[in-house]
């Protein structure tokens, strides 16, 4: 993502409601090669411009978090070329960006298990994470070897054992305190929710996070999601009326 000026967000939307923090399942990658007579991995390839359009979209609007689902602990079950070009984009993004991402204050966040990774990837995204730990402007949360019930069973399982070890009264634990154990620890929880690709499903993604989050699907393909798009999906946001659970006093 190059420096560039900041363009204004597009009219229609109205800039003191926006949502804070937007994360998105990113879907349609294998659909959207297979109509071109391609394979499955250049619809990936593809879907790493949209990434980087969408970064940018993300911080012209003064968005303040976006969490990509990039890997999930399920995708492991698909073919082994496929599972390996996945994780060399990543690489590969991750690599090409990090400049970008220290110039233009955005800082790098991992939500998932890296060590489970291989250690060449692990290793980068540690490095990246480090360099752009002090920025501020834009949080780039990649949920990468992420599933929202193994991040919730990781997240019982350290707290049982800061129990068990008398760190944590078990009767003053709370919402707060729970969040403190997930892979998001220090990130607001998602105001929008966007997934590409038509379906309509979550998909084992922030299980935790996404009580209150405003849901929107979009019948477009990953790789042509641009910035027009995201707009369309914030004006379909700011048209909502958010009571989490209570009553409505707007
Ligand atoms: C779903 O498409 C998409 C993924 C499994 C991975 C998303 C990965 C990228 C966009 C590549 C690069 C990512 C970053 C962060 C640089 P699908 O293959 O399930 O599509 P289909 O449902 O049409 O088969």
Not at 66 to 74: I, N, Q, V
Not at 145 to 151: C, D, M, P, V
Not at 185 to 196: A, E, M, Q, S
Not at 202 to 228: G, K
Request: with cysteine.
């Amino acid at each position: 993502m190059k420096a560039s000026r900041r363009a204004e967000p597009p009219p229609r939307l109205d800039p003191t409601r926006l949502p804070r923090h937007v994360a998105i399942i990113m879907d349609g990658n294998g659909r959207w090669a297979r109509r071109r007579g391609l394979p499955r991995t250049e619809g990936h390839r593809a879907g790493r411009e949209a990434v980087r359009r969408t970064l940018e979209a993300c911080r012209d609007l003064s968005i303040e978090y976006l969490t990509l689902y990039a890997f999930s602990t399920e995708n492991w079950r698909r073919p082994a070329d496929e599972v390996e070009e996945l994780l060399l984009l990543l690489h590969e993004f991750v690599a090409a960006e990090a400049d970008d991402l220290e110039r233009n204050g955005i800082r790098l966040h991992i939500s998932g298990d890296l060590d489970h990774l291989p250690e060449a990837i692990a290793a980068k995204l540690r490095e990246v994470m480090a360099r752009t730990c002090g920025n501020t402007r834009l949080v780039l949360n990649c949920a990468l070897n992420y599933g929202g019930r193994a991040e919730l069973l990781q997240a019982v399982r350290r707290l049982a054992e800061d129990a068990a070890a008398g760190r944590v009264a078990p009767a003053a634990i709370d919402d707060a305190t729970f969040a403190r154990y997930l892979y998001t620890d220090g990130l607001p929880d998602p105001d929008l929710l966007i997934r590409t690709g038509g379906e309509q499903r979550i998909s084992n993604f922030l299980l935790w996070q996404i009580a209150y989050t405003e849901l929107y699907f979009s019948d477009v393909y990953w790789p042509d999601f641009d910035a027009t798009h995201l707009a369309a999906a914030v004006e379909a946001f700011q048209g909502r009326r958010r009571r989490f659970g209570g009553v409505d006093v707007g």
